[in-house]
């Protein structure tokens, strides 16, 4: 089975979040239970594509409007990644170093889109699935459908998969002409409030649509920027799967990016020498918990509450906690938060900016890691730090909700409260404070998490059933 995934982002390639992880992963797990995946992405001028070596498999020109955009499709050579890698290069537009925000990101993503199916269609290929992540390649599925240009492939199979539905990539008809000629009948699909939403229409012309945990697939219509009813009114054609995470990555045992590496048994072990190493660095004190919040700095992540959370219970719990946070966001949410690594010296540092390896350290390091996230799709970082037994205390909400457990109920091992606020996140840290003074609760518990399977063996399955239930109906 053939399936192209549709992405602006893939780890190691070009990473800002979640979505790259789970790119640069569910393929991998595809080949190796026997499909052909391979991942289509944007150009970017970064490391991973300047030092690996890629080939041109095809070239041509693509129509934006009245631009005439040369393209190039590019391979990796080597397939170092366990799967075809295929990178779109339009000189001057998709050639760029940032992933998103620049002020012609419509013209960018529309262009990659047609860029990917021009080089299908010319080159005669036929992907028995394409499967789009996250509204940057949400136009397929319509354009497949309703382009003449396309129409020997009107019945390729698409899978559109929601990362996150709070950004739609929404643009205004004016634009309509980027589009190629298409079925005037039909651009009702690819309206949503008197726009062209790539998010709303990928949801009504894709196969099936899959949120990336089950409780989201419920919160969308309540929960989704504006496209709440459509979200209701196309419930039955979604499917939550959970993500899954990539063990050979993450891996506690093996994890180059740690101070020291470690198993389940010698967890307590493994731990301490990480969180010296990280207090070390951070100036904090390891004898007591490190409370470490890893992510982008933004509302959806609660990050906004973050600044009065942590001074509130550095106040309340003197000389008990520390806290460790590595993120990069909103400014004033930056600037917060450095204020009070001046203020709380010793109890709380802060690293502003990207630092993959950090990540890792702060997974393997820290005793807690909080996520009081208002939207939490699915969520990886739970999933790194119960592999690296470390306690997630997370708000109960999206995937956040169907993967941890509270410590307090039958066979649990996570922090759980119900909202985004400062008093839910104080009760909980003097939960977590209590714990950590538990050494054999807090042993059991870390060996408890560090059993858990979240591998992606379980979820590339459930894609799998779904492409092929698709086939199986589109084909009769
Ligand atoms: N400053 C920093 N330095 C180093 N590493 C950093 C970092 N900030 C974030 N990361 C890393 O980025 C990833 C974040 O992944 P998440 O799944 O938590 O969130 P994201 O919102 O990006 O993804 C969206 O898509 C994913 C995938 O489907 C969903 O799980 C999620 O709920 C949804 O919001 C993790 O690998 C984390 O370690």
């Given at each position: 089975?053939?399936?192209y995934?549709l992405?602006?982002?893939?780890?190691?390639?070009?990473?800002?979040?979640?979505?790259?992880?789970?790119?640069?992963?569910?393929?991998?797990?595809?080949?190796?239970?026997?499909?052909?995946?391979a991942v289509v992405m944007p150009f970017?001028?970064?490391?991973?594509?300047?030092?690996?070596?890629f080939e041109t498999v095809f070239q041509s020109a693509t129509?934006?409007?009245?631009?005439?955009l040369y393209f190039e499709i590019l391979r990796e050579?080597?397939?170092?990644?366990?799967?075809p890698l295929y990178l779109v290069k339009i000189p001057?537009?998709v050639d760029?170093?940032?992933?998103?925000?620049?002020?012609?990101?419509?013209?960018?993503?529309?262009s990659f889109q047609l860029a990917f199916l021009d080089w299908i269609s010319y080159s005669?290929q036929?992907?028995?699935?394409?499967?789009?992540?996250?509204?940057?390649?949400?136009?397929?599925?319509?354009?497949?459908?309703?382009?003449?240009?396309?129409?020997?492939?009107?019945?390729?199979?698409?899978?559109?998969?929601?990362?996150?539905?709070?950004?739609?990539?929404?643009?205004?008809?004016?634009?309509?002409?980027?589009?190629?000629?298409?079925?005037?009948?039909?651009?009702?699909?690819?309206?949503?409030?008197?726009?062209?939403?790539?998010?709303?229409?990928?949801?009504?012309?894709?196969?099936?649509?899959?949120?990336?945990?089950?409780?989201?697939?419920?919160?969308?219509?309540?929960?989704?920027?504006?496209?709440?009813?459509?979200?209701?009114?196309?419930?039955?054609?979604?499917?939550?799967?959970?993500?899954?995470?990539?063990?050979?990555?993450?891996?506690?045992?093996?994890?180059?990016?740690?101070?020291?590496?470690?198993?389940?048994?010698?967890?307590?072990?493994?731990?301490?020498?990480?969180?010296?190493?990280?207090?070390?660095?951070?100036?904090?004190?390891?004898?007591?918990?490190?409370?470490?919040?890893?992510?982008?700095?933004?509302?959806?992540?609660?990050?906004?509450?973050?600044?009065?959370?942590?001074?509130?219970?550095?106040?309340?719990?003197?000389?008990?906690?520390?806290?460790?946070?590595?993120?990069?966001?909103?400014?004033?949410?930056?600037?917060?938060?450095?204020?009070?690594?001046?203020?709380?010296?010793?109890?709380?540092?802060?690293?502003?900016?990207?630092?993959?390896?950090?990540?890792?350290?702060?997974?393997?390091?820290?005793?807690?890691?909080?996520?009081?996230?208002?939207?939490?799709?699915?969520?990886?970082?739970?999933?790194?730090?119960?592999?690296?037994?470390?306690?997630?205390?997370?708000?109960?909400?999206?995937?956040?909700?169907?993967?941890?457990?509270?410590?307090?109920?039958?066979?649990?091992?996570?922090?759980?409260?119900?909202?985004?606020?400062?008093?839910?996140?104080?009760?909980?840290?003097?939960?977590?404070?209590?714990?950590?003074?538990?050494?054999?609760?807090?042993?059991?518990?870390?060996?408890?998490?560090?059993?858990?399977?979240?591998?992606?063996?379980?979820?590339?399955?459930?894609?799998?059933?779904?492409?092929?239930?698709?086939?199986?109906?589109?084909?009769?």
């Open positions: 089975m053939k399936i995934h992405s602006a982002e893939c780890y190691p390639v070009a990473k800002v979040g979640g979505l790259a992880d789970v790119v640069g992963a569910l393929p991998k797990y595809q080949n190796l239970a026997g499909l052909d995946a970017y001028d970064r490391k991973f594509i300047r030092e690996n070596e129509l934006l409007g009245t631009r005439r050579k080597t397939n170092k990644l366990g799967f001057g537009l760029r170093e940032n992933i998103y925000s620049y002020p012609d990101e419509t013209e960018q993503f529309i005669q036929s992907p028995d699935i394409i499967h789009c992540h996250d509204h940057h390649s949400g136009l397929v599925p319509f354009l497949l459908k309703y382009s003449k240009l396309y129409a020997r492939l009107a019945n390729t199979p698409t899978v559109f998969t929601i990362h996150n539905g709070q950004y739609h990539g929404a643009f205004g008809w004016d634009k309509l002409s980027y589009l190629p000629e298409i079925d005037l009948s039909k651009t009702g699909l690819l309206d949503w409030s008197g726009g062209i939403n790539p998010l709303a229409s990928a949801v009504r012309c894709a196969d099936r649509y899959t949120t990336v945990s089950p409780s989201y697939l419920d919160e969308l219509s309540h929960n989704s920027n504006g496209l709440e009813y459509l979200f209701f009114l196309e419930r039955d054609k979604g499917i939550g799967i959970i993500n899954g995470i990539d063990t050979e990555v993450w891996n506690p045992a093996t994890d180059p990016m740690i101070a020291a590496k470690y198993e389940a048994l010698k967890v307590t072990a493994g731990k301490k020498e990480n969180k010296e190493a990280l207090c070390a660095r951070f100036n904090l004190d390891p004898a007591k918990p490190v409370v470490n919040f890893i992510g982008r700095l933004v509302v959806e992540k609660g990050a906004d509450v973050l600044p009065a959370a942590v001074e509130t219970s550095l106040t309340d719990y003197a000389g008990k906690v520390n806290f460790l946070i590595l993120g990069t966001g909103d400014p004033d949410t930056e600037k917060e938060l450095q204020e009070l690594k001046e203020k709380f010296p010793g109890g709380c540092n802060v690293y502003i900016g990207y630092n993959e390896e950090l990540a890792h350290l702060c997974y393997a390091g820290s005793d807690f890691l909080l996520m009081p996230s208002r939207v939490e799709p699915c969520g990886l970082n739970q999933l790194y730090s119960l592999r690296y037994g470390t306690v997630p205390m997370v708000r109960s909400t999206g995937g956040l909700k169907d993967t941890v457990i509270d410590f307090g109920d039958k066979g649990g091992y996570g922090i759980r409260y119900n909202n985004t606020s400062v008093e839910d996140i104080c009760y909980s840290i003097s939960r977590a404070i209590e714990l950590y003074a538990d050494h054999k609760k807090m042993q059991t518990l870390r060996k408890r998490m560090m059993a858990l399977d979240f591998s992606w063996d379980k979820s590339a399955k459930q894609y799998m059933e779904l492409y092929k239930s698709i086939i199986s109906t589109t084909t009769i």
